[in-house]
Structure formats: C-alpha cells, structure tokens
C-alpha cells in the first residue's frame, strides 16, 4: 500500500515536472555561409548572408519607416542591421569554429547590412575571426542551443570558399542520433549536462573546410 | 514510532527528488530536446509534436496570405490555427505545468480545471491582441518596444506566479506539518489533549455534516484557527477517517465552489496567462503587415482556443491523479493525509520553483528579442 501511495506521488510529481525548454522555434533561418582565407591561407573569418521567415520579417520591419509601401533601401534599414548585430552578439552569433579541434573566437562584426527582397529580410554580415589561423581541418557550426531560432542550410550554395583555392569546403546536415546518443538524449532530464558541456553540437549545421 | 518517521521521511524524499529532477530537467532545456533541424532525427511522440506544430506554424504565414485573396481562405486558416494551439501546447510550456501543479495543490475539480485552461488561454489571447493592438496598430512601435513590452509583461507574469506559489506554500506547507505532527502524536495519545476553547470559532462548512463528524471539525477547525497548532487537539479521525482527512485544511467543498475559491484560481490563471506566446505576437504582426489585422485575431483566438483544448486535458489528468492519490490515500488514515498534504506542498514548491526559474532566466522563455534588441 505504501509502494502504490508513493509510486502515484511518484508519477504526479514526475508529471508535473515535464518542463523542458519553453523555447521552440520560432524564427527561421535559411543561411549561406562563406569561409573567408587570406592570402597567407589563414582563415581570417566567416562571412554570413541569413534569410528570415517571412512572419519574423514582418515581426522585424513593424515600424520601421520607409518611404515606399513594400519596399526597404538599405539605408532604411541601417537602424534595424544594427540592432540585430547588437542583439546577436549575446547569443555569440550562433557561430562556433574549431582549428583542428582548438575553439576560435570571433570579434565584432564588420560589413553588416539587410536586404529585403521577395517578403523576407536577408542579414548580411561578416564574423572576424580575432587572430587569423591555419589549421588543416577548419570546423564552424551554426546553431541555436535555444531551439528559439531554427537554422537551415541553403538549398542552392550553402557553403562557399573566399580565398582558398587548395582548400575544399564541405557541409554536414544535422545527423539523426545513434542508438548512443539518442539513450543519451532519452536520460537527459534524470541526468542533465554539465552546463559547460557542448553536447548540443551534435546537432548543429557543420561547415568542414579541409586545407593540405 | 520510527516506523511513521520512516514513512513520512521516504514521502517527503519522493518528492523532493522529485522537485529537483523537475527543476533540473528545466535547467537543462536547451539540450533535453534536439534541435529542430533535426526534425526527422528527434525520435518520439515529443519529436513528432515538435515537427507538427513548426510545420504548422510555417504554414500559417501562407493561410494568411492566402485569405487576403481569397475569404473563403479564412475558414482553412482558422482550422490550421486550432491545429497549430492544440500541438503547440503539448509541448513544453510552464502555463500547463503552473496551471496543474495549482489544481493538484488547492483539490480543485476537474470541471473548475477546465474552466481556468480556458480562461488561461483566453487571456494570454487577448494579451497578445492588446499588445499589437495598441503598440504596433495605433503607435506604430518597432519590434524593439513590442518585444520589450512583451518582456515586462513576462516579467510581471513570473513574478506573480512565484508569489502565488509562495503563498500557497505557505499554506500546503503548514498543513503538511500538522498533518506530521498528528502522525506523532497519534502514537502517543497520552500527550494529546483536546483544545476546547477551538470549537467556539467553528466555521460554517460544517453545517451540513452530521453531527458526528461536526464535533470532529470543530475541534481540528479550532485547533489549527486558534492557536496556530501550539495546541493540540486529539487526533479525531481514526473513526472518522473520511471527513477527517477531507475537510481538514480549510474550506470544504461547497465554500471551494464559491466566488471567492473562484477568485484564488482567477489569481492564478491571470498570473499564467498575462505571457503572451510569441507566436501569436509575430502573427499578429504579420497579419497586420498583411492590412489582415483582424483575421490575424480571429487566428489567435482560435489558436487560443486549441491551446486550452490541451491544457484542459492536461489539467483532468493531474486531477484524476490526484484523486486516485486521494483514494489510496484514504485507505491509511494518518499516513495517507500526510501524504497528501505532501504532494500539495510539494506542488506549491514546484510552482515557486517555476516561477523563480523563468524570473532567473533559466528556463529558455521564448526570446522575441533574440535579433531585435
């Protein structure tokens, strides 16, 4: 009697407690990535271009003043790419790169403006790198941890190459969970990740740029 | 002795590793469901519903465009937005766990936890509606004022469901320790003394009890009034298990249905419902954009609408078991009420470590601000 008392507190209590993330996307990303090389064959940054949805870039351009119906120059954007390079910066662009294994930090970003065309806002923007690097194998990962922002390659160019013609780009969809991982994914609420921990890279959109 | 003391503190452990698994499986949300671009790859009835309510939700922007061709389009728009709130709410939210955790709390029924899904629902609607209403179609603001409302409005939201829960924690948790302390007494009679003086200050849910029962209330009533259980009456339900155990921590059933056990699930409601969701924010704007204002709050009243359908399903359930709890509980008259009062205390505790998570930023709230300041 008392394991029947305490296995119905068990299971209310359990199911009370189902609270995961309130986070689901929302906004959706469509992005083209370019792999920036100096002539020294280092990799100096990553040059983004991000189409919104067409609902969030309605949600973004809500009174944004502009002097033609439908229509936004650059210039009537200034405002709006600024504060998204502002507000980016908190969630580290999205962007994560390893040399070689070895995580890469970004500086601010430089050449950023938006460009609306067909009902969507598309965020140009280019990510330096702080110390330019040569590395063999060049990893950047594109995500949202959150799930707020989902983010999905191009389908025509999703990856391209500036400045590094003996080096060759490659892209790595979001891969579907191994038996191991997906047992790992199904105990994470009973045994949670240490914070630091970048487990949630496995679901990433990776960028592989392979140089001799 | 020992043996009630082993009881109580094996109760008391449940449910706090229960809190703690709640808390830390919220703290580690980012992670515990996969990435969205990995639809296909997230396994499971969570997966499947994450990858429906996307698909919906993508699909909304199209309806819309679609009924400002074509009126008949409104009717097909309607029904993906009702689609659209019922999955969406089957997802992980903290409005259903708040809502829940208050019903299964406070002995609420079924049928009032139906209501207040609704009205939950409907106000975190119209909430929305306001918002773009007053900010974006009579201001004209940005999205960076919009989405900065919406943040203190959230603000305000958590803040008032920690309160909530912090009150009602106070209350389930001093409940739980007379519930205790009775345990022990009971097996010490001889230290337990009835208060007499408890019964003059009798409350009038008693009136309909027969008269067996109503000395019995009259004295647990007293007790716990008057001298905030310092004294002790004795125990009273060992011959009326029922009544003793049901009645003894405040109103009873007919007072709950009352207008002021209204008031306190209004409180609570209110409190869950004045976060808007940000989808319904960015349709809205969206429709608007559309000079389509007033189909965007048709779709998000019945998108409202589909969302209470689920929360309202969820809500019976925690109900039904709570009363299945209750009727184990029933069967052991001391250390069923004491187990009772603990999963009330503890749900109070989960809804203040809700309300203190979202204030903290640890749970991932859905961030409207992500690119627009």
């Not at chain 1, 998204?84 to 050449?111: M, Q």
């Not at chain 2, 920690?162 to 739980?176: A, E, M, P, Q």
């Amino acid at each position: 009697m008392i394991e029947r008392a305490c296995c119905c507190c068990t299971i209310l209590l359990l199911l009370l407690s189902i609270n995961r993330a309130e986070a689901h996307p929302h906004v959706w990303v469509t992005f083209h990535s370019e792999v920036v090389y100096a002539a020294d064959g280092s990799m100096t940054g990553v040059r983004h271009d991000w189409t919104f949805d067409d609902m969030f870039s309605a949600y973004a351009l809500q009174g944004i003043s502009h002097a033609k119906k439908g229509q936004y120059t650059r210039q009537e954007l200034a405002a709006l790419a600024q504060t998204n390079v502002d507000s980016l910066k908190e969630y580290d662009y999205f962007t994560y790169a390893r040399a070689d294994g070895k995580k890469l930090k970004f500086a601010d970003p430089v050449d950023y403006w938006l460009e609306y065309k067909d009902a969507a806002l598309t965020l140009h923007f280019t990510l330096p790198l702080k110390t330019p690097v040569s590395a063999k194998a060049m990893k950047i990962e594109v995500y949202d941890p959150s799930i707020f922002v989902d983010f999905e390659f191009a389908k025509d160019t999703p990856v391209s190459l500036s400045g590094a013609p003996q080096c060759l780009a490659t892209y790595d969809l979001p891969h579907q969970p191994t038996p191991t991982e997906q047992a790992r994914l199904s105990e994470l609420d009973a045994v949670p990740l240490d914070p630091s921990s970048t487990y949630g890279e496995i679901f990433a959109n990776k960028i592989l740029v392979k140089c001799p | 002795m020992i043996k009630s003391q082993t009881i109580a503190l094996t109760a008391l452990t449940a449910i706090f590793i229960a809190c703690t698994m709640g808390i830390v499986s919220a703290w580690s949300a980012p992670f515990g469901a996969p990435h969205l671009a990995s639809a296909a790859s997230t396994s499971g009835l969570m997966g499947w519903i994450f990858a429906e309510q996307a698909a919906f939700y993508r699909s909304l922007s199209g309806f819309i465009r679609a009924a400002k061709e074509d009126g008949a389009a409104m009717w097909e728009l309607f029904g993906v937005s009702f689609v659209y709130g019922v999955f969406h709410a089957v997802g992980p939210g903290h409005g259903k766990a708040v809502i829940s955790s208050y019903l299964v709390a406070n002995e609420e029924t079924w049928r009032r936890g139906v209501v207040l899904s609704f009205v939950s629902a409907a106000i975190q609607s119209v909430v929305a509606i306001i918002v773009v209403a007053i900010a974006a179609a009579l201001l004209g603001a940005t999205a960076k004022v919009i989405g900065l409302t919406v943040h203190l409005v959230e603000i305000t939201s958590y803040a008032l469901v920690t309160l909530i829960g912090l009150r009602l924690f106070y209350v389930k948790g001093r409940s739980f320790l007379i519930a205790c302390r009775e345990l022990t007494w009971r097996r010490a009679p001889e230290l337990a003394f009835a208060s007499a003086t408890g019964a003059g200050t009798l409350r009038t849910q008693t009136v309909q009890l027969p008269g067996r029962v109503f000395g019995a209330m009259a004295m647990r009533g007293g007790r716990c009034m008057i001298d905030g259980c310092a004294v002790h009456s004795f125990h009273c339900h060992d011959d009326h298990h029922e009544s003793a155990w049901g009645h003894a921590h405040g109103p009873g059933p007919a007072e709950l249905a009352g207008a002021g056990g209204w008031r306190r699930g209004l409180s609570a409601v209110i409190a869950v419902g004045l976060r808007p969701c940000s989808g319904a924010i960015i349709v809205l704007i969206f429709a608007l954009a559309q000079d389509l204002f007033w189909t965007g709050v048709g779709a998000t009243l019945i998108m409202g609408l589909g969302t209470a359908a689920t929360v309202a399903a969820i809500a019976i359930v925690a109900v039904s078991a709570r009363g299945l709890a209750n009727r184990v509980a029933r069967t052991r008259a001391g250390f069923g009420m004491l187990a009772m009062r603990a999963i009330e205390a503890g749900a109070a505790t989960l809804i203040v470590a809700f309300g203190i998570m979202l204030l903290a930023g640890y749970m991932a709230s859905e961030q409207l601000w992500m690119f627009t300041g």
